[in-house]
């Protein structure tokens, strides 16, 4: 069992920055593929950046050359949002999976975490 704790979350302007980062209970460096989601309301949940054990990494359209996903080298995985929008606006959750595939499909992450709520205001 992996347990993920998000934080960093908060209320910024457009243009602005945040950095999430999650941590866990297990060492999930080259162990686990890691990935962002988030969910506005209303919204499914979608994937937001993906990495692989070996430092692959994915990443949503509306995000790329704005958001970088990184792993430290024991247990915790970041993401550094640039220039975000109001429609970045969700809570923002930390996943893993076991298979060592690169996906953002919600359905082969096996551990979440609780959540960190970003707020982008215009």
């Known amino acids: 069992q992996v347990h993920l704790v998000e934080s960093g979350g908060g209320s910024v302007q457009a243009g602005g920055s945040l950095r999430l980062s999650c941590v866990a209970s297990?060492?999930?460096?080259?162990?686990?593929?890691m990935a962002w989601f988030r969910q506005a309301p209303g919204k499914e949940r979608e994937g937001v950046a993906g990495?692989?054990?070996?430092?692959?990494t994915t990443y949503a359209d509306s995000v790329k050359g704005r958001f970088t996903i990184s792993q430290g080298n024991v247990n915790t995985l970041d993401l550094q949002m640039n220039s975000l929008k109001p429609e970045d606006t969700a809570m923002y959750y930390c996943?893993?999976?076991?298979?060592?595939?690169?996906?953002?499909?919600?359905?082969?992450?096996?551990?979440w975490g609780q959540g960190t709520q970003v707020t982008v205001s215009s």
């Open positions: 996943a893993a999976k076991n298979d060592p595939g690169l996906s953002l499909l919600r359905s082969s992450y096996n551990y």
């Open positions: 297990v060492s999930t460096y080259r162990r686990y593929c």
């Open positions: 990495i692989t054990i070996d430092g692959y």
